[in-house]
Nanobody, 124 residues
Framework: QVQLVESGGGLVQAGGSLRLSCAAS????????MGWFRQAPGKEREFVAGIRWSGSTTYYVDSVKGRFTISRDKSKKTVYLQMNSLKPEDTAVYYC?????????????????WGQGTQVTVSS
């Protein structure tokens, strides 16, 4: 299994930007499709963005298309989420996880476990 540590969250004004990082341990991380998820207070965790193991294909939920960009650096075993034009409704704890790219569902706990997440707060 892969262990994941998210970082890069913070407090930002609406319209601002943040770059989240997800650092992984485990030598087979490079063959996992990976995704970012978020959970707002009182809501269920939802899928945000996914990337194939090769980095060649990405997918986004409609609400973040054109604003968020997912990428990965295999040499650093890290997945990133660049978030631009942030909105108050983007406020949530953000998590990364291995995913089934066909369904965009997390492969937890089969391939990895949830990290502690990183808090993103967007003020209006």
């Amino acid at each position: 299994q892969v262990q994941l540590v998210e970082s890069g969250g913070g407090l930002v004004q609406a319209g601002g930007s943040l770059r989240l990082s997800c650092a992984a341990s485990g030598r087979i991380f490079s063959i996992y499709d990976m995704g970012w998820f978020r959970q707002a207070p009182g809501k269920e965790r939802e899928f945000v963005a996914g990337i194939r193991w090769s980095g060649s294909t990405t997918y986004y939920v409609d609400s973040v298309k054109g604003r968020f960009t997912i990428s990965r650096d295999k040499s650093k075993k890290t997945v990133y989420l660049q978030m631009n034009s942030l909105k108050p409704e983007d406020t949530a704890v953000y998590y990364c996880a291995p995913i089934d790219f066909a369904t965009m569902t997390p492969e937890v706990p089969s391939l990895g476990s949830w990290g502690q997440g990183t808090q993103v707060t967007v003020s209006s």
